[in-house]
């Protein structure tokens, strides 16, 4: 926050919002990101701060069985939570794989999902970029080995969020103060729009919560990351899958991908491919292999094409072999 008293009541969330519509900056959450950005000079800020708002944390179940999860709730207190573990299992393992220990216990779910890109072309102050308002992507005729593989727009440096890509699997909702509800999908658009941002909702606006559905009793839930080193590392390709079975015949199956476009993205193609059918070691492969249809990769990120595939695969083949949850707390 500024270090300039101020007569707005911060614990407001209209007071906050107008506290950075009238003198600029970012909102700031968990600062996990914000702090990196401040120390390498690329924000100078003023930043807001959320954590002095009331109703921003936690979780409550909304009628019809679904929940409600405050923007503020820490990826650590997700992944741990057993409500989230028995009824919302792709969403709790996927914040449970997320960066390091330190960073769940402080990063925050609003925080995941509203995050800036690790392009190292942004994150420098000295060089000019889309992302901050100059006219090219140095990264296209630079170093992209980590950009993306699906889609061509302005920008090339895939979205960071793992809960996004969870949350895109139960078609979730976010809730916006002063706005109407919108889709989780909804924060980011296709990422044609997103060469000045990474995410949709003007500066002023808070994020508040998210909103799931009720639980799918019997779902098979996995995260797969395919990262440079084993601990602590952003993922090149990630996957979330969600299946549930009668018998041996898949009756309801969600995936999305992190880390190959500018978007988190939901993968209707390997859905497809899987309902109504028996999840074999064939069926699941042929599934994967459906995403090669929307790859597009650049000249560094051709690796990225079969990478994937395989993960994708690697996540459903881990849902396969899941635990059933039961749908509720056990």
């Known amino acids: 926050m500024s270090s300039e008293p101020d007569p707005t009541d911060l614990t407001d969330l209209t007071g906050l919002s107008d506290a950075v519509r009238a003198r600029g900056g970012e909102l700031r959450a968990g600062g996990t990101d914000t702090g990196a950005r401040q120390r390498s000079g690329v924000s100078?800020?003023?930043?807001?701060?959320?954590?002095?708002?009331?109703?921003?944390?936690?979780?409550?179940?909304?009628?019809?069985?679904?929940?409600?999860?405050?923007?503020?709730?820490?990826?650590?207190?997700?992944?741990?939570?057993?409500?989230?573990?028995?009824?919302?299992?792709?969403?709790?393992?996927?914040?449970?794989?997320?960066?390091?220990?330190?960073?769940?216990?402080?990063?925050?779910?609003?925080?995941?999902?509203?995050?800036?890109?690790?392009?190292?072309?942004?994150?420098?102050?000295?060089?000019?970029?889309?992302?901050?308002?100059?006219?090219?992507?140095?990264?296209?005729?630079?170093?992209?080995?980590?950009?993306?593989?699906?889609?061509?727009?302005?920008?090339?440096?895939?979205?960071?969020?793992?809960?996004?890509?969870?949350?895109?699997?139960?078609?979730?909702?976010?809730?916006?103060?002063?706005?109407?509800?919108?889709?989780?999908?909804?924060?980011?658009?296709?990422?044609?729009?997103?060469?000045?941002?990474?995410?949709?909702?003007?500066?002023?606006?808070?994020?508040?919560?998210?909103?799931?559905?009720?639980?799918l009793p019997g779902e098979r839930a996995a995260c797969h990351r395919a990262t440079s080193r084993a601990y602590a590392e952003w993922p090149l390709v990630e996957a979330t899958a969600r299946l549930a079975f009668d018998g041996a015949t898949v009756t309801h199956v969600a995936v999305a991908a992190g880390g190959v476009a500018r978007v988190p993205l939901r993968l209707p193609e390997v859905e497809a491919a899987l309902i109504g059918r028996e999840a074999t070691p064939g069926t699941l492969s042929a599934a994967a292999e459906t995403v090669l249809s929307r790859c597009r990769p650049l000249p560094q990120t051709g690796y990225k094409t079969t990478l994937f595939r395989d993960t994708v695969l690697e996540a459903l083949e881990q849902a396969v072999g899941a635990a059933a949850t039961t749908g509720r707390d056990r």
């Open 44 to 215: 100078a800020g003023p930043f807001t701060d959320l954590d002095g708002a009331v109703g921003l944390s936690g979780t409550a179940v909304l009628p019809g069985g679904g929940l409600r999860i405050g923007a503020l709730t820490t990826l650590a207190a997700l992944a741990a939570d057993p409500q989230v573990r028995a009824g919302w299992p792709a969403l709790a393992v996927s914040a449970g794989t997320a960066a390091t220990p330190q960073i769940r216990a402080a990063g925050t779910l609003g925080g995941n999902l509203l995050q800036r890109n690790r392009c190292w072309y942004f994150r420098n102050p000295h060089v000019s970029c889309l992302q901050k308002g100059g006219s090219g992507c140095p990264a296209r005729a630079g170093d992209h080995h980590f950009g993306v593989v699906s889609g061509a727009g302005p920008c090339i440096t895939p979205h960071p969020s793992t809960l996004a890509m969870a949350l895109l699997t139960y078609d979730a909702e976010a809730e916006i103060h002063d706005e109407p509800p919108r889709s989780v999908a909804d924060l980011y658009g296709d990422g044609d729009r997103l060469h000045q941002a990474d995410h949709l909702l003007p500066p002023h606006r808070i994020l508040t919560a998210v909103r799931l559905p009720a639980p």
